[in-house]
């Protein structure tokens, strides 16, 4: 596998086979909450398309709004329908808006325009985009949008060549706990590969969708919001920039995790394992994915929300934004006065969390 860079790689959750995907599949349509109503404004000097889905529930979207439902039903109000602006099931940060390259503030007033006369046509109470990223959350400055913080654990590519550049800037402590896990693995008799896009066969496939589900019914009782069709479709429509983690005892698999990719950024988002296998989740999640990271010369390792124990493993605080028009005025008071004291308890957790990574004082 060559260590240089990969060619010029889009976002992957923002190109049309992924979200086309979501709704050929019945993972994200009408009939599981996900109404599509995505915006498209084409003119003689561009054309813009920005996800939107009304939606009658909160499920599949990873900043929490569940209180804001609980507190309009306490008071007659109804909540749902909302409008809704992001990727479906996916709570990584990007962009929302395909189709320009040199977007301003008028393109992003613009397009909030649409998004309410949206809101009033179908009487939404509200309208959410998350997980933007920092260039296009700033195209939005309409005052009554109101700003929300959140945390999630990346890892970021300080210029190492090899795993053992990641862990040399560990401290010794840690070093010797990361070395103790992925020696855990081996000793079990697993062996691990990583295959690439057209690299993964249907047996492969099928196998994952199982763990998938098995994750998801230890976890919660479902099977996921994901279908089957889902994960076939986006095999065969975009395998230039999907890889998949998997790990084989006795010849046989037992476990896999899956990726996506960009030009920058690795984004590890489901994995599942056929029984116990100690450390195996690390080694497929984290440290695989950090491998890997490093082999195609990626910049960032987003191993998906939450997971404070990522810290210890080299992972960093960052903070993820997310935007929200509130159409009753005192409503949008209230949730703002929330924000505000929320913001500043993230702010310190975050200072609390650089505070006890695992890197050596002169990283």
């Not at 398309?49 to 309009?72: I, Q, R």
């Not at 890892?155 to 990361?178: E, I, P, Q």
């Not at 992925?182 to 062996?191: C, D, K, L, N, P």
Request: net charge negative; hydrophobic share 35%; glycine share 6%.
């Amino acid at each position: 596998m060559s260590s240089s860079s990969p060619f010029a790689l889009p976002y992957p959750f923002l190109r049309q086979e992924f979200l086309q995907a979501l709704e050929d599949s019945h993972s994200a349509c009408t009939n599981t909450g996900w109404q599509p109503r995505h915006i498209n404004i084409v003119t003689e000097q561009h054309a813009q398309t920005m996800p939107l889905y009304l939606k009658n529930h909160s499920m599949g979207e990873y900043v929490f709004d569940h209180s804001w439902a609980n507190a309009y039903y306490e008071h007659d109000l109804d909540y749902y329908p909302k409008l809704l602006t992001a990727i479906p099931f996916t709570p990584s940060t990007g962009p929302r808006i395909a189709g320009l390259d040199q977007l301003t503030s008028e393109h992003g007033q613009h397009l909030f325009n649409q998004v309410l006369a949206v809101a009033e046509d179908t009487g939404a109470s509200s309208w959410h985009l998350l997980f933007p990223n920092e260039q296009q959350r700033l195209l939005f400055t309409d005052s009554r949008l109101l700003h929300r913080t959140g945390v999630q654990y990346h890892w970021h590519n300080r210029g190492y060549t090899c795993f053992d550049d990641y862990l040399n800037a560990l401290n010794s402590r840690k070093r010797k706990m990361v070395r103790k896990e992925r020696a855990e693995v081996a000793a079990q008799g697993i062996a691990v590969e990583v295959l690439e896009g057209s690299q993964i066969d249907t047996s492969i496939w099928q196998l994952f969708y199982r763990l998938y589900e098995r994750t998801y019914a230890k976890r919660n009782g479902t099977r996921g919001y994901l279908t089957e069709a889902f994960f076939n479709q986006v095999a065969h429509s975009m395998p230039e920039q999907i890889a998949m983690a998997v790990a084989r005892r006795n010849n046989q698999p037992i476990a896999c995790a899956l990726y996506f990719f960009d030009s920058d950024t690795l984004y590890g988002r489901y994995w599942g394992s056929a029984g116990e296998f100690s450390c195996l989740h690390f080694e497929l999640c984290y440290y695989r994915g950090i491998e890997y990271a490093i082999d195609k010369g990626l910049q960032r390792y987003d191993a998906g929300a939450q997971g404070e124990h990522k810290l210890i493993r080299g992972f960093e605080p960052i903070e993820t934004h997310s935007l929200h028009w509130i159409e009753h005025p005192q409503f949008r008071q209230a949730i703002k006065r929330f924000l505000d004291s929320e913001q500043r308890a993230i702010a310190q957790h975050i200072q609390q969390a650089n505070e006890i990574l695992p890197f050596k004082k002169s990283h």
